[in-house]
T-cell receptor, first 114, second 114 residues
Framework: DGGITQSPKYLFRKEGQNVTLSCEQN?????MYWYRQDPGQGLRLIYY???????QKGDIAEGYSVSREKKESFPLTVTSAQKNPTAFYLC?????????????FGQGTRLTVV | EDQVTQSPEALRLQEGESSSLNCSYT??????LFWYRQDPGKGPEFLFT???AGEEKEKERLKATLTKKESFLHITAPKPEDSATYLC???????????????FGKGTKLSVKP
């Protein structure tokens, strides 16, 4: 089945530690996105990529980094510079060709600082 | 600035009590408007895409409509399994602003009691 897979589902981070969230898609989509979701805040865009080896900062990129070495993969690293990383992280992908197209989401990773 | 506002923040209904959720938007040029359903701890699930004023889409008990300034998600005779958070997102043609990315509202949390 085609879709987006995020792993792990739950992740715990110690103070000062970097952690990486995985996102893989087999939908052959060019564009991939990372969102952060906090209670009452809605979805906020962290980073996005519309083509391999290129990515752009979203609205809240500070303390995060990404890479896009393959079309199928868009991992997100939460660095120690991110002071409040506890949140629900969502990865999405969509086609960028033709009429406006919907984004498809993974099931999310819940990150907690311990 | 492109913006999406959803109301109400929360809505409690009795089973069978029909109602509507509102999504107001301000964009330089609407390319598409999307409705999603999100269950707790899960990623958003795509429901509808609307492209132009006057357009309507239906799926089971849900009907989405679009005007030049807002969209409504009508829920007819809801059941407890319709309980979820409903998200609205827009995509603009303005590549100098939001870069064609989806802009999300904060969602409406719907609870349907038996």
């Amino acid at each position: 089945d085609g879709g987006i897979t995020q792993s792990p589902k739950y992740l715990f981070r110690k103070e000062g530690q970097n952690v990486t969230l995985s996102c893989e898609q087999n939908l052959n989509h060019d564009a991939m996105y990372w969102y952060r979701q906090d209670p009452g805040q809605g979805l906020r865009l962290i980073y996005y990529s519309q083509i391999v080896n290129d990515f752009q900062k979203g609205d809240i990129a500070e303390g995060y980094s990404v890479s896009r070495e393959k079309k199928e993969s868009f991992p997100l690293t939460v660095t120690s510079a991110q002071k409040n990383p506890t949140a629900f992280y969502l990865c999405a992908s969509r086609s960028v060709w033709g009429a406006s197209t919907e984004a498809f989401f993974g099931q999310g990773t819940r990150l907690t600082v311990v | 600035e492109d913006q999406v506002t959803q109301s109400p923040e929360a809505l409690r209904l009795q089973e069978g009590e029909s109602s509507s959720l509102n999504c107001s938007y301000t964009v330089s040029g609407l390319r598409g408007l999307f409705w999603y359903r999100q269950d707790p701890g899960k990623g958003p699930e795509f429901l509808f895409t609307l492209y132009s004023a006057g357009e309507e889409k239906e799926k089971e008990r849900l009907k989405a409509t679009l005007t030049k300034k807002e969209s409504f998600l009508h829920i007819t005779a809801p059941k407890p399994e319709d309980s979820a958070t409903y998200l609205c997102a827009v995509q603009a043609w303005d590549y100098g602003g939001s870069q064609g990315n989806l802009i999300f509202g904060k969602g409406t949390k719907l609870s349907v009691k038996p």
